[in-house]
């Protein structure tokens, strides 16, 4: 078994790009597209993202065949626990790895890539300056405050206040002083413990849903912020721990369109161009590009961008013998 790859990385979060060794995916809508590959083709998940080939926090992205009128690609999603809806800063690296691929046709100054990712349609921008593909940025999905100003008890930490909103995914969103943590202070573990005990807890007791479809309706992870939500020129820190406690090095793409859709329905930014700041000391800029209806729920179009870097090519190979080679994980 053999299986190529390009490797990128945005903002120092990996993605890793399947370029050969798939087979087929039956034709379908892209959540069909989804649930086939979990369901049949997922012991090739495990050898691209988990060890001896990836690591725990590694991240990927299959290329599909689109279903909706006007998308370029599609794309779908894996990680340690299986298949996201949406990934920001995947949709950067590949605006940029469409162009440089010849996926789309390369115009000067701005290239457009229409990437369909389970959540819909992101429109990604591609900056072109004398042929060579640079910074990306790309328009959400309809992203919206799902629930305000909530609280639960969370045992080993007390009353924690949260919100839950959706940028393709589903996040919740709290200030990490509550758990008695600081930015550049404590461990990143106790980022981790700490996210997942409140994403843990309100996957238990605190049920979704979209107005598009169900398989849109489950909690992603949960996003510890610096407080700093109200406008200002100074970048806002954030974490976000996803799927099963996987740590995002960049400021999470779709959790910056979360992030915005939370601040704009509190009145705390308007059209303004934000920076947010990961743990890895990478930045995004954010801004509320515009306003929507996600069903029932006022909404925003965020505009998010970043920069995406290449960091190798490879062929994966699995010997027929090697059971470790079918992929493990330590942590």
Do not use: W
């Not at 995916?25 to 691209?48: C, F, N, Q």
């Not at 100054?109 to 990712?117: F, R």
């Not at 591609?126 to 405050?145: I, M, R, T, W």
């Amino acid at each position: 078994m053999m299986l190529s790859v390009v490797d990128m990385h945005t903002g120092g979060e990996p993605l890793r790009i399947v370029t050969g060794g798939y087979p087929s995916i039956p034709a379908g809508t892209i959540l069909e597209k989804r649930a086939y590959v979990r369901d049949h083709l997922d012991h090739l998940r495990k050898i691209l993202m988990f060890e001896p080939r990836g690591h725990y926090d590694m991240y990927g992205a299959l290329l599909v065949e689109p279903d909706l009128p006007g998308a370029d690609l599609a794309v779908l999603f894996m990680h340690n626990e299986g298949y996201s809806t949406m990934c920001g800063h995947a949709i950067v690296a590949l605006g940029r790895y469409a162009v440089d691929e010849g996926l789309v046709a390369r115009q000067e100054p701005l290239t457009t890539v229409n990437i369909e990712a389970p959540c819909g349609l992101v429109v990604a921008s591609v900056e072109v300056q004398d042929g060579k593909a640079g910074a990306v940025s790309f328009e959400s999905v309809p992203a919206f405050l799902f629930a305000r100003d909530q609280q639960v008890e969370l045992p080993g930490y007390g009353a924690i206040g949260f919100d839950i909103a959706y940028g393709g995914a589903f996040y919740a969103l709290a200030e990490c002083r509550q758990f008695g943590l600081e930015f550049g202070k404590n461990r990143v573990r106790d980022f981790v413990d700490a996210a997942t005990a409140l994403t843990e807890k309100l996957k238990k007791e605190f049920p979704l849903s979209h107005p598009d479809h169900a398989d849109l309706a489950f909690l992603y992870g949960t996003i510890l912020t610096d407080g700093q939500d109200v406008y200002s020129d100074c970048p806002t820190k954030n974490i976000c721990v996803f799927a099963e406690a996987q740590v995002d090095r960049s400021p999470t793409g779709s959790g910056v369109a979360a992030r915005l859709a939370a601040m704009h329905a509190k009145g705390e930014i308007a059209g303004q161009t934000r920076l947010f700041e990961s743990i890895a000391g990478s930045r995004f800029s954010g801004r509320v590009a515009g306003t929507a209806k996600a069903g029932p729920h006022d909404a925003i179009i965020a505009r998010v961008g970043g920069r995406a870097f290449y960091s190798g090519r490879a062929e994966l190979i699995v010997e027929p013998d090697d059971e470790l080679g079918r992929g493990f994980l330590l942590r």
